[in-house]
């Protein structure tokens, strides 16, 4: 017996794909918000957790509604973080260069976040 296909299964694909493109450019400005309160000297574990957390959505969920390169750098500076984050002390140059390719990523992030390679 064939297998009924749910009607309305699309349409609501499409629609979460849309909320998921539409809030791509509000999750870029969090990431710069938290980029540019960050001090590399003395690194606020709470904004360290925000960062973590919101890289962690992205790597979660992007590929799922099509943005997969978006979620595969997501999830690399995830995992870096996750790096640092297990180090009692991390030298403020590490950091530098941690925020380095977060940077670079909201940059690429903001211009085209569906697009299928990153520099």
Same mark, same amino acid.
């Given at each position: 017996?064939? #297998?009924?296909?749910?009607?309305?299964?699309?349409?609501?694909?499409?629609?979460?794909?849309?909320?998921?493109? =539409?809030?791509?450019? =509000? #999750?870029?400005?969090?990431? !710069?918000?938290?980029?540019?309160?960050?001090? *590399?000297?003395? %690194? +606020?574990? /709470?904004l360290v957790?925000? &960062? !973590?957390?919101?890289? !962690? $959505?992205? @790597?979660? =969920?992007?590929? $799922?509604? /099509?943005?997969? *390169? &978006? /979620?595969?750098?997501?999830?690399?500076?995830?995992?870096?973080?996750? *790096? &640092?984050?297990?180090?009692? @002390?991390? @030298? %403020?140059? +590490?950091w530098e260069?941690?925020?380095?390719? &977060?940077?670079?990523?909201?940059?690429?992030?903001?211009?085209? %976040?569906? @697009?299928?390679?990153?520099?």
């Amino acid at each position: 017996m064939a #297998t009924l296909i749910d009607q309305d299964f699309f349409a609501r694909l499409n629609a979460l794909n849309d909320k998921f493109a =539409s809030s791509v450019p =509000s #999750t870029m400005a969090r990431l !710069h918000d938290a980029r540019m309160r960050f001090d *590399v000297a003395a %690194p +606020d574990n /709470g904004l360290v957790g925000e &960062l !973590h957390q919101i890289l !962690h $959505t992205i @790597a979660g =969920s992007a590929a $799922t509604f /099509g943005f997969r *390169v &978006l /979620g595969q750098q997501a999830r690399q500076l995830e995992q870096r973080l996750r *790096v &640092l984050m297990a180090f009692d @002390a991390v @030298a %403020p140059q +590490d950091w530098e260069n941690w925020m380095a390719g &977060l940077d670079e990523y909201v940059a690429w992030a903001e211009m085209n %976040p569906k @697009a299928d390679q990153y520099p």
